[in-house]
């Protein structure tokens, strides 16, 4: 009796936590087909795709394209170099040398930091240096500061299941330090490393505090997105997060499939 | 035996920090022979095994192969190949390709997946090409390390522990596969290992290790049956060691343990009256009665375990001596008189079966007993 009563009520409060992390966003993609005369909440007035050919057309949402490129731009750059950073710095990290420990808390504590006061450290550095904050330079580095730290984490968790001794029995084969680093490290951490570029992608992506006083005069989408929430009132807005979910999804697919293919059957 | 596969060790030291894994260790091991390296864990044997196959560099002495001095020589470039304990085995290659690896690396085309296949077939698991490490066995997964270290024909093949991670059965099927495999190849063998009876049963050379340093290094008949040190004995097993003070020495040496025990064995050593020395007796030379106590050699004690072994009966004893004390009976003797736990008996010995122990080391050797 007393199990069957504990089942049904951690269902219930299972079923309220699926609702509550995905019913907003079920309630924006429905909202989003909203019919030309309708509003930003239900009822539906017909199903329509006018929303988002407003987006396209209209000009009065700014330059929304520009800051969704802005943003694939920074995404990508944030992506290759963590990528890059968090390899090397994660096969470093291997070796216990001098100070690691010290380095390796100095690289996590941008993560503690509250985004905002990162963002204004940076932000009032360019101003001290009379430098002007710029998508591409500030905006790309406070970036880093947020998408780093976690590749390296990410890097340490792939790390943990790596065998060194892969890498030695290469050597042994008589294989050079490159050939080593292409044929036997670099296969094997690939999966991980497409997990640390998802991340480093997403979190760039949609990074909002540390851009706030980084980005400089252009936008990038979120930022794009939280300004015209305080103009417009039409569920354009809600087109745009169904358009951007869906870029997710593919980027998130593309990965498994990228995974799928290299990896094979372990 | 020619030059091919002689491994020379010139005083071969490696240290870490201040400690010397290995410690100024000379030794000679014949081309083509099977050479077990066995200790303690710490002993050194790894790093020496590491050392010969240039994953680690000695920091001074010098180490040769087939006459040539390879100390710096690129680990791979050597004509060594080591076999890991965990078999290293690449998981994102097939078998084919972890096979084929090695000759991938010194820039074979096409052929080398052909040679890896024909290597595999030679280890029985030429069925099973295309699969990937993850779905073998254990066993399984050795043979295809073992497949991978003999494509290139090195001339000496290094194995750390390759049986530990086996079961029992697989062990002692490999155990007899390894020996053959040496047998047909005619190459040099070193296997690192911290079992005895592996090292006895295999090698035509076992170094006993200890602190770095090389304790023995003989043929097994020769480490089992005449123990160079206490340390030595007490490790491979098979001994009972007793302590005691020489009295006089002539034709024959008299001695007297701190129990008061009189022992008698023919001099085969320098000793002077007065040292305190130790010696070994064979457990299967012990012979246990229970008569009076007196006479040389002869040690009273009390049965404190008796285990069946099938084809003798191990007994053991509490004496005044500090060590345990184990004779090993004929099973048809011992049945023809059986003994029981608290019996009282004397365990005697002939002077010929005394073996003098001239070594100092006296650890105890038991680290990694079983």
Known sequence: ?266 | MSKVGEIILDKVTRKFGAVAAVNAVDQVIEGGSYCCMIGPSGCGKSTLLRMIAGHETPTSGRILIGGKDVTHVRTGERGTALMFQNYALFPHLSLTDNVAFPLKIHGLGAERRDRAREMLARVQLGHMADRMPSQLSGGQQQRVALARALITNPQVLLLDEPLSALDEFLRLRMRVELKRLQNDLGITFIHVTHTQPEAIALADKVIVMDHGLIEQAAHPREIYDRPHSPYVARFMGGQNVVSARVLTVGDEIQAEGAEGGRYAFAPRAALRAGQEIRFAVRRDKIRLDQGPAGGANALPGKVINVEYQGTFVKVELVTPQAEEFVAHLPESDFFAKPLHFGDEVVARWQPQDVCMLVGSNNSSGDALAH
């Open chain 1, 1 to 266: 009796m007393q199990s069957k009563l504990t089942f049904w009520l951690l269902t219930a409060v299972f079923v309220l936590f699926i609702l509550f992390l995905y019913g907003p966003m079920i309630a924006i993609f429905i909202l989003s087909f909203q019919g030309p005369t309708g509003g930003m909440t239900f009822p539906l007035r017909g199903m329509s795709l006018h929303w988002f050919a407003d987006l396209f057309e209209s000009s009065r949402y700014g330059d929304l394209g520009g800051a969704f490129m802005r943003s694939i731009i920074l995404g990508l750059l944030a992506m290759v170099i963590t990528v890059t950073v968090s390899f090397f710095a994660g096969l470093g990290f291997r070796r216990k040398f001098r100070g690691s420990g010290v380095l390796f808390y100095l690289a996590i504590i941008s993560l503690v930091m509250p985004g905002v006061l990162t963002g204004l450290g940076i932000g009032t550095l360019f101003t001290t240096l009379g430098l002007r904050t710029n998508w591409l330079i500030s905006g790309l580095g406070a970036h880093l500061t947020w998408t780093l730290p976690f590749g390296l984490l990410i890097m340490f968790a792939v790390l943990n299941r790596f065998n060194g001794s892969w890498e030695e029995a290469a050597r042994d084969a008589g294989a050079k330090r490159t050939q080593v680093l292409t044929q036997v490290t670099l296969p094997i951490l690939f999966p991980g490393l497409i997990a640390v570029a998802l991340f480093g992608l997403t979190l760039s992506y949609d990074e909002f505090p540390r851009s706030l006083l980084t980005i400089g005069t252009k936008n990038t989408l979120p930022l794009q997105v939280a300004s015209l929430t305080s103009n417009v009132t039409t569920p354009a807005l809600y087109a745009i997060g169904t358009l951007t979910t869906a870029l997710s999804l593919l980027v998130i697919a593309a990965a498994f499939a990228a995974i799928a293919l290299t990896g094979r059957k372990r």
